[in-house]
C-alpha cells in the first residue's frame, strides 16, 4: 500500500474499509473461538485469585486476616482458606504485517494475511473470554471484550516486503504469538527471540504458507518477484528449481522449530488451505501448556 | 533456374536462404521472454542458480521449427514450380484431334481438360485451332480463333461407338500445321493411315490415357450357361475384374442379379467368366456391364437371346401302356430340351408359372376350370401349340361349332392316305405361303402326311392356315385368341400320322412359331427390308438412355452393325422389330483390342504429362503452420501453457487410441454356469435385487424342488438366480418371477432374450406376493410395476384360470392354488376364442392349445415352498393344520406347473379322460 498525498483521506479510507469487513472478520473470529472449548482457566495452584483453592493449617507467618474463622471454629487448629491462583496473563499478538503476506497462490484461498489476523483475532477472543490480558504488538495488553475491538481496529497492513517480529511491547514473563509466514530474513526473528527469551516471555511461532509455496507448481521460464518487487530472481525452468526450493524451505521450517525450541516456545507450520479451526486449537493449547 | 523437376520464377529470392545461418544465430541468443509472477518464497530462492545454462537459449528443436518456417516461407515466394513445360511452343495452326469413341469414355474429363489445356495455349501463342471429333461424320477442317472452340470442346461427349477414321484425310486443310491427336489407344480401322497422313503434314503429338481400356463382348448362352468375354488392354499384369448381370427385380426396379469375375492371366488380353444363373433370373437379365468401367464398351445389351422359353408340355397322360418312346410328348421333349425350359405337371399346376407356350398333345376335351385358366393365359399373349391325334379325330369337339381353344372347326373322322388301307399316296407339303410365319423354311421332300385331322370348310379357314399340304388340305392352323394364339397342328407330334417329327423341318417350324430360344436373337433371315426402331440407347459412358426421335435402322445395316460393331448411323442399343428384340452392343461378338501403333517421330505423351504445378502456395501455407505452430511450442518453453490444458493434454494423447478392449472372448464362468444349468432340470427364479425376496425365492425353489423328487420323476438340480441382463436363458425351462415395487426395468437386450425365452417354450410364474392385501382390482406397488415390467413381454392375451384348465391336472386334481395367500385369482393364456362352451357332462373341454407361457398371481408360493438348510418350513402358513394343509397345496401347485411347463398339454389329451374321470369320481 501506498501512502496518499492525503493521509487523513486515505485514513478514512481505510477506516471505512474496516469499518466494513470488521464486523465480518470480527463475528468470524468469534465463531472460530466459539469452536473452541472454553473453561475458566485457573492456574490449579493456591495464589492470588477469587475461586476457593483449599483450606490448610496455619502456620508461622500467616496474617490473622488470613485466618478463615469459621472453619477453625469446627476444629482446635486455625485454618488459611487458600484461593487459587488467577494471575492473569499478558498475550502480544504480533500479526506480520508485511506484504508478502498478501499472497494467494488461487483466487479462491484467503491470503496469509487474512488467515493470519483471522486466527490472532479469534486467539484475542479466546483469551479475553478467559479473563487475559491481549494486546497487539507495540499496544499495552488489555483485558476486557472491549478490548476485541482495539484489536481488529490495530491489524493493518504494512509497506516493507517482508515482516520482522515487533518484541518491543513485550511484557515481561507474558506470552507472545507471532503470525507470519517467515520468509525474510532470519535475523529479525532470531533478535525477536532472544529478546523475548530474555523477558521470560514465550508463546508460539504460527508459520502460515499458502499451498503453492508448498508446493511450488510453476514451470518454464519465469522471473520471479517478492510481492513488493524488492527481490526477484530469474530462472529458465522453474521445475528444474523445485526440488531445491522446497529443501531450502524445509531448512527454514527446521531452523524456526530449532529456534523455537531453544527458547522454550512452540512452532506450528499451518497452511491457508486447511481449516482455521486447526491452527487455533493448536495454538491455544500451545498457549496454554506454555505454563 | 531450374533444379530437376523444379523450377523458380524468381531465382534471386533464394538468396535469403543464406541468411538463415545468421537467424539461427540471433534466435539463439534470445531466450523466450520470461512469465514474471509475484512469489513472496522468492526469498528462498536466491543464490539458486540454474543447473542447466543451455535452458537460456532457445531450445534447438524450436530453433529448427523457425528456420524451416523461414526456409518454407522463402522458398515459396521465390515461386517454385514442379515439372516446368520445356518443350517450345510450337506456332502455326494447331489441329486437335479427339477419338471421342467409347474408350475415351474412361478419361474422359482428363481428355477434355488437356485439350483444353491446349486451347488455352494456343490462345496464348495466337495459334488458330481447329478441333474435330473423330467419331463424328468427316466433315472439312477450318481453323479458327481458339475461343470458338472452347464452347463446343466443354459440350463434347465420348460416343458410345469406335471413331470411323475413313473420310477424315480428305477433310484435312490445305497446308502444314501442327496436329494434337488425342486417341484412345486402341488400333482402329484406317488410323494408322490418318496418322501418316497427319504427321506429313507437321508434327503429330498423340496424348494417350493411361488408363487401361476394358471391353464386354455380348454374352452368349450355351446349354444354359451364360459365357462372357473381357478384352483389355494396357494391362499386361494379372488382374482381377467382376462382371454383374442387371435387369429388374420382379418389383420392376433395376438390380444386379448376379456377377462373374474375369480373371485375366499375366499377358493375357481377354479372360472368359462363366455366368451361371437359375432360368428366371436369367430371363429378366437385360444387361451385363463391368464393375468400375464406366464406358460403353464395357456393357453388354442382351436381347431374347438370352431368354429360354418356358413350354409346357402335355400330353393325353392316359395311354400309359404305349411305348413311351414313341408317345407325341417324347418327341416334343427331345425336341424342346436343348432349347427351352420344360414345365411338367397338371394344366392347373402349370398355369399360375405362366409359360410361353402350353403344347397339348392329342388333348380333346379341357375341364371347363382349365378352359377357363387357358383363356385367361391366351389373352395375356400365351402360345397354345395344339397336335392331333387319334383321342381329337374320336372326340366330339368343335364338331358343330367352333371350340375357343381351337383355330377351325374339325371334321369327324379325318382322314388317311397313302396307307396300306387307302388309295392315293402320302401328300407332301405344299410351299409355305407368303405372310406365313413359315415362309422361307425349304421343305425337305420326304416329308409326308398320312393321317390327319380335317377342317371343316368355313369363310376363314383358308385366313387361317398358315400351312398346307400340296392338296391344299390345312395342314397347320392358327387364330388369335386375345394378345396370344391358338395353333393347331393337324398331325400328331409323333411319327405316327407324318413324318414331319422325323425332321429338322419340326424343329424350324417350332422356332418359327416363337417356341423355341432363338427367335429374335441374332438376326437369321428375314431382315431384308425391315425397319427397326430403337428401343433403349447406350450412351459412351455405358448408360441406358432413351433413344428419343432416332430413326429407325434398316435390316441391312443393322447387320452389318451386329457383325463389324455400330457406328453413327446405327448406334448401339436394343432395336425392335414387332415382337423381335435385337441388341447391338458397342463390342461386336469378333472385337479384339490392339494398341495403337505411332508413325515415327510422333510425340507420345500421356494427358497429364505436360502439367507443371506452382507449389509457392503449398510452402506458404506450410510457413503459415509451421509458425503456428511455432506459437504453440513458444507457449509450452516459457511456461505459460496453463497446467490444465497441459493435463488435458495429455489426457486426449491417452484417450485418442482407445483400444478396442471388448473382444469375444469365451468367458470360464459363464461356460461353467452354463454346464451347471444344463446338468438336469434347473428351476430358476429372477433375481430382483432385493436380498431377502431372492433368498426366499431360493429357499422356496429348494422346497420345490425337494417335493418334486420325493413325489414325481422330475429330479430337479439345485435352483439357480437369473441376472436377466446377464446369464443365458436358454438353459431353464421354468423361471419365478416375484415382483418388487422398486426392481430395475430389464434393458432392451434382456426383453429379447425374454421374448426368445416365452417362444421357446418357456414359462414364467410371476408372483406379485400382494394376495393378501390386493382385492378386486385394487392397484399394488408390485401389481404397478408387473404392468411395466411386463409391457416389453410378448405376453398373449391372458384370462382368468378356468376351471377345466391343464394345470388342474397336469399331476394333481386342483380347484385353487394357494400360496401362502389364498387368492383364487390366476391369470394363464386365454383360450381361444373358438374353444367352445364346457359341454353338459364334460369334464373339460378339447383344448389343443400350447402350454400357457406365462402364470401370474399373487400368491407368495415361494414363500410357502420355502425351506430352510434342514428341510424345515422357513414361514408359517395359515393357522395350524389347516395352514399345513394349505402348504400342501401350494406344493401341490408347485408340481402342477413344473409338470405343465415338461409335458406340456399331455394331460388335456382325450386319452386321459376316463381315468381322470375316475379320479374325479364321476
Known amino acids: 500500500m501506498s501512502l496518499a498525498a492525503d493521509p487523513r483521506a486515505s485514513l478514512r479510507a481505510e477506516a471505512e474499509l474496516l469499518g466494513q469487513s470488521l464486523p465480518a472478520l470480527l463475528a468470524e473470529a468469534e465463531m472460530l473461538a466459539q469452536t473452541v472449548m472454553l473453561g475458566e482457566h485457573g492456574r490449579k495452584r493456591a495464589g492470588q485469585g477469587d475461586e476457593f483453592w483449599q483450606y490448610r493449617a496455619a502456620h508461622a507467618g500467616d496474617s490473622a486476616r488470613a485466618i478463615d474463622w469459621r472453619r477453625s471454629a469446627r476444629a482446635d487448629t486455625p485454618f488459611v482458606r487458600e484461593r487459587e491462583w488467577q494471575a492473569a496473563q499478558s498475550v502480544t499478538l504480533w500479526v506480520d504485517p508485511s506484504r508478502s503476506m498478501a499472497f494467494s497462490g488461487e483466487k479462491s484461498r484467503p491470503t496469509k494475511a487474512d488467515r493470519a489476523r483471522l486466527l490472532a483475532l479469534a486467539l484475542g477472543v479466546l483469551m479475553l473470554k478467559g479473563g487475559e490480558r491481549v494486546g497487539l504488538a507495540g499496544q499495552p495488553p488489555r483485558p476486557g471484550r472491549a478490548q476485541v475491538v482495539t484489536l481488529a481496529n490495530g491489524l493493518a497492513d504494512g509497506a516493507e516486503d517482508y515482516g520482522v517480529p515487533d518484541a518491543t511491547g513485550l511484557v515481561p514473563l507474558g506470552r507472545a504469538v507471532f503470525l507470519s509466514d517467515f520468509l525474510g530474513p532470519l535475523e529479525g526473528i532470531e533478535t525477536a527471540l532472544a529478546y523475548a527469551a530474555d523477558r521470560g516471555v514465550r508463546g508460539v511461532l504460527v508459520q502460515l504458507l499458502d499451498p503453492a509455496e508448498e508446493e511450488f507448481p510453476f514451470s518454464g521460464r519465469t522471473v520471479f518477484e517478492s510481492m513488493g ?36 516456545w512452540h512452532y506450528a507450520c499451518h497452511h491457508t488451505g486447511q481449516p482455521a479451526q486447526s491452527a487455533l486449537l493448536w495454538a491455544y493449547q500451545a498457549l496454554e501448556g506454555g505454563r | 533456374m531450374t533444379f530437376g523437376p523444379l523450377a523458380f520464377a524468381a531465382p534471386g529470392l533464394l538468396l535469403a536462404l543464406i541468411a538463415l545461418p545468421i537467424l539461427w544465430l540471433l534466435l539463439r541468443a534470445i531466450p523466450p521472454a520470461p512469465i514474471r509472477r509475484r512469489f513472496p518464497a522468492v526469498a528462498l530462492m536466491l543464490g539458486l542458480t540454474d543447473e542447466d545454462r543451455q535452458a537460456d537459449k532457445t531450445p534447438w528443436w524450436l530453433l529448427l521449427l523457425r528456420a524451416l518456417a523461414i526456409a518454407a516461407a522463402i522458398i515459396g515466394f521465390a515461386g517454385p514450380v514442379l515439372n516446368p513445360d520445356p518443350r517450345d511452343p510450337g506456332t502455326g495452326p494447331l489441329l486437335i484431334l479427339l477419338d471421342g469413341g467409347w474408350a475415351d469414355a474412361r478419361d474422359w474429363p482428363r481428355t477434355q481438360a488437356r485439350a483444353q489445356a491446349a486451347l488455352e495455349e494456343a490462345a496464348r501463342m495466337g495459334r488458330p485451332v481447329a478441333v474435330a471429333r473423330l467419331t463424328d461424320a468427316a466433315q472439312p477442317i477450318t481453323f479458327s480463333n481458339p475461343a470458338d472452340w472452347a464452347g463446343r470442346l466443354a459440350a463434347m461427349q465420348p460416343a458410345p461407338y469406335a471413331p470411323a477414321y475413313a473420310g477424315w484425310e480428305m477433310a484435312l486443310p490445305e497446308g502444314g500445321f501442327e496436329t494434337l491427336w488425342l486417341a484412345d489407344g486402341l488400333d482402329h480401322k484406317g488410323r494408322a493411315d490418318l496418322a501418316a497422313a497427319l504427321a506429313a503434314r507437321g508434327r503429330l503429338t498423340a496424348a494417350l490415357s493411361p488408363r487401361p481400356a476394358y471391353g464386354l463382348r455380348p454374352a452368349t448362352l450355351a446349354e444354359g450357361k451364360i459365357t462372357l468375354t473381357t478384352l483389355r488392354l494396357g494391362v499386361p499384369e494379372s488382374a482381377e475384374l467382376d462382371v454383374t448381370a ?8 433395376d438390380r444386379e442379379l448376379g456377377r462373374a469375375r474375369m480373371v485375366f492371366a499375366p499377358g493375357a488380353d481377354q479372360a472368359q467368366a462363366v455366368l451361371e444363373v437359375p432360368p428366371e433370373l436369367r430371363n429378366r437379365i437385360n444387361r451385363f456391364s463391368l464393375l468400375g468401367q464406366r464406358t460403353a464398351g464395357a456393357v453388354a445389351l442382351t436381347d431374347d437371346s438370352l431368354k429360354r422359353r418356358k413350354i409346357a408340355v402335355i400330353d393325353s397322360g392316359a395311354d400309359r401302356e404305349g411305348l413311351q418312346l414313341l408317345a407325341p410328348g417324347h418327341y416334343l421333349r427331345q425336341a424342346l430340351v436343348p432349347v427351352a425350359d420344360l414345365l411338367d405337371g397338371t394344366l392347373t399346376d402349370i398355369l399360375p408359372a405362366k409359360p410361353d407356350v402350353i403344347i397339348l398333345a392329342d388333348v380333346a376335351k379341357l375341364t371347363q376350370a382349365e378352359q377357363d385358366g387357358v383363356l385367361d393365359w391366351l389373352d395375356s399373349g400365351g402360345l397354345l401349340l395344339r397336335f392331333a391325334g387319334p383321342r381329337l379325330a374320336a372326340s366330339d369337339v368343335a364338331r358343330s361349332e367352333e371350340d375357343p381353344l381351337l383355330p377351325v372347326r374339325l371334321r369327324e373322322g379325318g382322314r388317311s392316305v397313302g396307307g396300306t388301307m387307302s388309295w392315293g399316296e402320302p401328300k407332301p407339303l405344299a410351299p409355305f405361303a407368303e405372310g406365313s410365319p413359315f415362309h422361307g423354311l425349304v421343305i425337305p421332300s420326304d416329308v409326308t402326311v398320312t393321317e390327319q385331322v380335317l377342317a371343316q370348310p368355313d369363310p376363314d379357314l383358308a385366313s387361317r392356315t398358315i400351312a398346307a399340304l400340296a392338296d391344299g388340305t390345312p395342314l397347320v392352323t392358327r387364330k388369335p385368341v386375345g394378345a396370344g394364339q391358338v395353333v393347331l397342328v ?44 430403337p428401343e433403349r440407347m447406350v450412351d459412351g459412358y455405358g448408360d441406358l438412355v432413351e433413344p428419343g426421335d432416332l430413326a429407325g435402322v434398316e435390316g441391312e445395316a443393322l447387320a452389318l452393325a451386329l457383325q463389324d460393331g455400330p457406328s453413327a448411323k446405327s448406334p448401339p442399343g436394343l432395336y425392335r422389330h414387332e ?92 461356460d461353467a454356469r452354463g ?84 417362444r421357446t417354450g418357456g414359462m414364467i410364474l410371476f408372483d406379485t406376493r400382494d394376495a393378501d392385501i390386493a382385492g378386486m382390482g385394487g392397484a399394488t406397488a408390485e401389481g404397478e410395476m408387473l404392468q411395466l415390467l411386463a409391457s416389453g413381454l410378448d405376453v398373449p392375451p391372458l384370462d382368468l384360470i378356468p376351471e377345466d384348465h391343464v394345470l388342474t391336472r397336469s399331476f394333481y386334481l386342483l380347484q385353487d392354488f394357494p400360496g401362502r395367500h389364498r387368492s383364487a385369482d390366476l391369470w394363464v393364456e386365454a383360450p381361444p376364442p373358438d374353444a367352445g362352451e364346457l359341454e353338459e357332462g364334460m369334464a373339460f373341454r378339447n383344448l389343443n392349445d400350447g402350454v400357457t407361457p406365462v402364470i401370474i398371481g399373487g400368491n407368495d408360493w415361494a414363500s410357502a415352498w420355502a425351506i430352510d438348510g434342514t428341510g424345515a418350513p422357513l414361514y408359517p402358513v395359515g393357522r395350524g393344520l389347516a395352514g399345513e394343509d394349505q402348504r400342501e397345496m401350494a406344493y401341490r401347485f408347485g408340481i402342477n406347473v413344473v409338470m405343465h411347463v415338461l409335458t406340456g398339454n399331455y394331460k388335456s389329451d382325450q386319452v386321459h379322460v376316463p381315468a381322470l374321470l375316475e379320479r374325479l369320481g364321476q
Open chain 1, 229 to 264: 518487487g524488492s527481490l526477484r530472481h530469474e530462472t529458465q525452468s522453474a521445475n528444474a528449481l523445485r526440488d531445491r526450493y522446497l529443501a531450502r524451505l524445509a531448512e527454514r521450517k527446521d531452523r524456526l522449530a530449532t529456534l523455537a525450541r531453544a527458547v522454550g
Open chain 2, 490 to 533: 393337324h398331325v400328331t407330334a409323333n411319327a405316327e400320322w407324318s413324318s414331319l417329327p422325323l425332321s429338322g423341318l419340326f424343329m424350324q417350324m417350332l422356332e418359327r412359331l416363337a417356341v423355341s430360344a432363338r427367335v429374335g436373337g441374332g438376326l437369321e433371315g428375314a431382315v431384308e427390308g425391315l425397319i427397326w426402331s
Open chain 2, 579 to 670: 415382337e423381335r428384340l435385337v441388341a447391338l452392343n458397342t463390342l461386336p461378338p469378333s472385337a479384339s483390342f490392339r494398341p495403337a501403333i505411332w508413325p515415327a517421330g510422333t510425340l507420345v505423351e500421356g494427358l497429364g504429362a505436360a502439367r507443371s504445378q506452382a507449389l509457392g502456395g503449398w510452402l506458404l501455407a506450410a510457413a503459415l503452420a509451421l509458425l503456428a505452430l511455432d506459437i504453440l511450442a513458444s507457449v509450452v518453453v516459457s511456461g505459460r501453457m496453463p497446467r490444465l490444458g497441459r493435463a488435458a493434454l495429455v489426457v486426449l494423447a491417452l484417450a485418442l487410441p482407445t483400444p478396442e478392449a471388448q473382444a469375444q472372448t469365451p468367458d470360464p464362468a459363464a
Open chain 2, 675 to 758: 454346464i451347471e444349468a444344463t446338468r438336469g432340470v434347473v428351476l430358476a427364479h429372477v433375481l430382483t435385487g432385493n436380498a431377502e425376496i431372492d433368498d426366499t425365492a431360493a429357499a422356496g425353489l429348494r422346497g420345490l424342488g425337494d417335493q418334486l423328487w420325493l413325489r414325481t420323476s422330475v429330479e430337479p438340480e439345485p435352483p439357480m438366480g437369473v441376472d436377466l441382463e446377464e446369464d443365458e436363458l436358454a438353459f431353464f425351462p421354468f423361471l419365478y418371477w416375484p415382483i418388487t415395487p422398486d426392481q430395475p426395468v430389464p434393458s432392451t437386450r434382456a426383453y429379447a432374450k425374454l421374448n426368445a425365452f416365452l
Open chain 2, 246 to 253: 442387371h435387369g429388374p427385380d420382379p418389383a420392376g426396379i
